[in-house]
């Protein structure tokens, strides 16, 4: 047998646990479990030994409704120190707080390891722990707002797949976990190592694009007073109106320098920002549904020409209309 590079001495038998509670989304948990077991085939012995951390002593009845068996609970006797503790997340994390012994666990547990991390919304663990103070952090992009909202003192990146800040690695939303631990592995056992375990996965080695792609959040939801919420509308419907900001003030009634500082106090965003906003998901929905090519969606959706709503779908989605149309286009 080919003798281990110094990188996987190194990393011979570092232990890894993935907390999972009541509730916790099966494939947080079973993708990077998957990975990491695919990272000892690969290497040709055993760099890992995996466990799944409970709050519990029974079966963890998961989101699909199956069970997991834990490995060991957050009250058991202390099994040694973990290289990397990963948190996996549920659909109802952001909604609940977790329970006081797993932030007391969580506290004594995540800064004696090398590295810890969530993956999806186990990041709402976290950071009710205190672990993320300071950090640049990501999450599933529906819960990136409820997060930074409630815990100001993270950076949450929305449009991640995953992020790396010191020993804190996070990861976006559910499938997203394997592309973290991917990335571990490769931090661990090298480039080439990783790109087998992907190839072997079937999955990218660097996914392209951020999460956003995957948002179906659309445009930002009307706000504001009753007016600015009428123009917001009017804007959604028709993204290939003019909407300066002077046509825009006219159908409001007020002067354009007024109506911009009302809707940027009460919106949030510039009218600009919000109108091409609206723009790019009018875009995508016409990429989606129809197949459109790129310079007659451009057109149908008030930008200039294609270049510039190439521009925009790249800030705002992460990968750019074409690319978009050739995953996901219909017709």
Same mark, same amino acid.
């Given at each position: 047998?080919?003798?281990?590079? =110094? ?6 038998d570092?232990? *890894?646990?993935? #907390?999972a ?12 479990l998957?990975?990491?077991a695919?990272a000892n085939?690969?290497?040709g ?8 951390v ?16 834990a490995d060991?609970?957050?009250f058991?006797?202390? @099994? ?5 503790l990963? #948190?996996a ?11 006081a ?18 993956v ?5 663990a976290?950071?009710?722990?205190? *672990?993320? =103070?300071?950090?640049?952090i990501?999450?599933?992009?529906a819960a ?10 993270i950076?949450?990146?929305?449009d991640?797949?995953?992020?790396r800040?010191?020993p ?9 976990g ?10 661990? *056992?090298g ?10 996965l ?11 792609q ?16 009428e123009?917001q509308?009017?804007?959604a @419907? ?8 002077a046509? *825009?003030a006219?159908r ?10 009302l ?5 949030g #965003?510039?009218p600009?920002?919000w ?6 998901? @009018? ?15 451009a057109a ?9 709503l190439?521009?925009?779908? #790249?800030r ?13 286009g219909?017709?």
């Amino acid at each position: 047998m080919t003798r281990p590079t =110094d990188a996987m001495e190194c990393a011979l038998d570092r232990r *890894l646990g993935i #907390v999972a509670g009541p509730g916790v989304q099966m494939l947080d948990v079973a993708g990077p479990l998957d990975v990491f077991a695919e990272a000892n085939v690969q290497a040709g012995h055993g760099v890992y030994r995996t466990e799944i951390v409970s709050t519990d002593t029974a079966a963890i009845r998961t989101s699909s409704g199956a069970r997991l068996l834990a490995d060991r609970t957050i009250f058991d006797a202390d @099994a040694g120190t973990l290289d990397t503790l990963l #948190v996996a997340g549920s659909p109802d994390a952001p909604h609940r707080r977790p329970a006081a012994a797993l932030l007391d666990w969580l506290r004594r547990t995540a800064p004696a390891a090398r590295r810890y991390g969530s993956v999806c919304t186990g990041a709402f663990a976290l950071a009710e722990a205190g *672990l993320l =103070d300071g950090r640049r952090i990501t999450t599933h992009w529906a819960a990136a707002d409820a997060l930074a909202q409630r815990y100001p003192a993270i950076q949450v990146e929305p449009d991640a797949i995953q992020v790396r800040d010191g020993p804190v690695c996070t990861a976006a939303g559910v499938t997203a976990g394997l592309d973290l631990a991917v990335a571990l592995v490769e931090e661990d *056992l090298g480039r080439e190592l990783a790109k087998r375990v992907a190839a072997q996965l079937v999955m990218f080695f660097r996914r392209p694009g951020g999460q956003m792609q995957f948002s179906r959040s659309g445009a930002t939801e009307p706000s504001g007073r009753a007016i600015l919420q009428e123009i917001q509308r009017w804007i959604a @419907a028709a993204p290939a109106e003019d909407h300066s900001v002077a046509r *825009l003030a006219e159908r409001a009634g007020l002067s354009p320098r007024h109506f911009a500082r009302l809707f940027r106090s009460e919106v949030g #965003v510039t009218p600009a920002d919000w109108v091409e906003a609206a723009r790019v998901a @009018a875009a995508r929905r016409r990429l989606e549904a129809e197949g459109l090519p790129p310079k007659q969606v451009a057109a149908l959706t008030g930008f200039a020409n294609a270049d510039t709503l190439r521009r925009a779908f #790249v800030r705002h989605v992460g990968i750019t209309p074409a690319e978009f149309r050739r995953r996901n286009g219909g017709g």
